[in-house]
């Protein structure tokens, strides 16, 4: 098992509409999560992070977290195409941060 | 600050050659970490450094690689002798208070 697992996609969402990426992990003693946004052939972004249970918000994006499921969750709202991108779930475990595979999402016209 | 600075930024290089990536961190992160990214594994971490002591370097995938932190400003990442299949992005990344931020990376082929 992985110890951090993300749908590969791709995940095509019309834009406007709500895209939502899942991750789940699996070290019950993970303390910190991000998301990360990485655009084809540039470095990962950080555009989240989440320390406790329940949501985080920030512009248009949602951050959700639920530790007993060990299950993070990002949320886009109003989708636009500059969207379009690998979204990498990271969970960190004293200092030493994991990464997902990534997701890759497509907003589409 | 400038961000996190890695060069070269393309090297390419023949099979059994040493291969050697640099990498500045941001200036007063106590983290550093090495992460290779290919499409089969997608981003692996390879090892990590806190206050230039390596913490883990369980991800290092063969004694080819070697890691060092001389100081809190420059790190190296060696593979001595290179083989194709260590063909990938190399991401160096730091760290304050859990938020890793990435350089741009070095596109590493070895043919």
């Known amino acids: 098992q992985k110890e951090v697992e993300q749908n590969s996609g791709p995940l095509s969402v019309p834009e406007g509409a709500i895209a939502s990426l899942n991750c789940t992990y699996s070290d019950r003693g993970s303390q910190s999560f991000f998301w990360y946004r990485q655009y084809s052939g540039k470095s990962p972004e950080l555009i989240m992070s989440i320390y406790s249970n329940g949501d985080k918000e920030d512009g248009r994006f949602t951050a959700q977290l639920n530790k007993a499921s060990q299950y993070v969750s990002l949320l886009i709202r109003d989708s636009q195409p500059s969207d379009s991108a690998t979204y990498l779930c990271?969970?960190?475990?004293?200092?030493?941060?994991?990464f997902g595979s990534g997701t890759r999402l497509s907003i589409r016209p | 600050d400038a961000g996190v600075i890695q060069s070269p930024r393309h090297e390419v290089t023949e099979m059994g050659q040493e291969v050697t990536l640099r990498c500045k961190p941001i200036s007063g992160h106590d983290y550093l970490f090495w992460y290779r990214q290919t499409m089969m594994r997608g981003l692996e971490l390879l090892i990590y450094f806190n206050n230039n002591v390596p913490i883990d370097d369980s991800g290092m995938p063969e004694d080819r690689f070697s890691a060092k932190m001389p100081n809190a400003s420059f790190s190296t990442l060696k593979i001595q002798p290179s083989e194709p299949r260590d063909s990938a992005v190399y991401f160096c990344?730091?760290?304050?208070?859990?938020?890793?931020?990435f350089g741009q990376g070095t596109r590493l082929t070895v043919v």
């Open positions: 990271a969970v960190s475990r004293a200092s030493k941060i994991i």
């Open positions: 990344a730091s760290s304050l208070a859990h938020q890793a931020f």
